[in-house]
């Protein structure tokens, strides 16, 4: 079984430290959600680990199967099966999803293998069946004019003909609607699995309504202060963040 394992992560912006000591594993078929205030470092976490050249990991590991990531270029981390929702062009006029899509997948395969069309469209079809999305979806340029939950879907499916190891999927507080939400939350309840670990970061409890995790972690000022099941979603949706900083947090 494969994991996923953060080690003592430190990661700064500048000279400024962001996460300070992190500490997490997930395992091949886990949902872990972590949650946490604004400004706590949650989106530094995931784009640290997508490798974006801004966020500096200056200390501590990131670890699949045992193997670090964090020294490979970042098609790599892809291609040894970590997907991250956010690190791809927003906007491509001209490039239909399909084709989009199929560029994807082909750059996940070994040099020199060619990706057969007849196989990629009915598994292309088969996913969309899956996921109840429309044909007519994926001969539209990908995300021109796409409302959230069109951006999101596309995302979704993204992520279903890639079949990851892991995925980090950072739901940021904007641009869920209530259209974006079910589309996500279904998605990730079609997806999720035996072979697919998911860590979700969301400010809000509400999506986690929808997509039932099987671990629930605070993150606050850089580090994970509490984890629990589900069940710690609705007692911080009760108290509030206030509630982890009077009670966890030692100042
Ligand atoms: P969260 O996702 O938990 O709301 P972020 O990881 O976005 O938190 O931000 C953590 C801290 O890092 C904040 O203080 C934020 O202002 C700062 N920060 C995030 N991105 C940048 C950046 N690109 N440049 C400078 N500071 C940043
Ligand atoms: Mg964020």
């Known amino acids: 079984m494969s994991q996923l394992e953060i080690?003592?992560?430190?990661?700064?912006?500048g000279e400024k430290p962001i996460v300070k000591g992190l500490n997490l594993t997930i395992k091949q078929g886990e949902v872990h959600a972590i949650m946490g205030p604004n400004g706590t470092g949650k989106s530094t976490l995931a784009?640290?680990?997508a490798g974006h050249p801004d966020y500096t990991i200056t200390s501590g590991d990131v670890l699949m199967d045992g193997k670090s990531i964090l020294t490979m270029e970042v098609d790599e981390r892809a291609r040894s099966?970590?997907?991250?929702?956010?690190q791809y062009p927003s906007e491509i006029p001209g490039v239909s999803i399909a084709n989009f899509l199929r560029a994807a997948v082909q750059a996940r395969m070994a040099e020199g293998e060619e990706l057969d069309a007849t196989g990629y469209y009915k598994r292309l079809?088969?996913?969309?069946?899956?996921?109840k999305i429309d044909r007519k979806f994926t001969s539209r340029s990908v995300n021109e004019g796409f409302s959230g939950g069109e951006k999101k879907r596309c995302e979704i499916l993204q992520m279903a003909m890639l079949e990851p190891k892991f995925s980090i999927m950072d739901?940021?507080?904007?641009g869920l609607d209530i259209d974006a939400l079910r589309?996500?939350?279904?998605?990730v309840n079609a997806l999720r699995g035996a072979t697919l670990g998911i860590l979700l970061i969301t400010h809000y409890q509400r999506l986690l309504n929808y997509i039932v995790p099987d671990y629930v972690h605070v993150m606050w000022d850089g580090h994970?202060?509490?984890s629990g099941d589900k069940s710690l979603a609705l007692e911080l949706e009760e108290k509030g963040y206030d509630w982890v900083k009077k009670e966890l947090v030692k100042v």
């Open 7 to 13: 080690k003592d992560l430190h990661i700064s912006i």
């Open 47 to 49: 784009k640290a680990i």
């Open 81 to 86: 099966g970590l997907f991250l929702a956010f």
């Open 125 to 131: 079809y088969s996913k969309m069946d899956m996921l």
């Open 171 to 174: 739901e940021t507080d904007s």
């Open 183 to 187: 589309i996500v939350s279904e998605g």
């Open 224 to 226: 994970i202060v509490k």
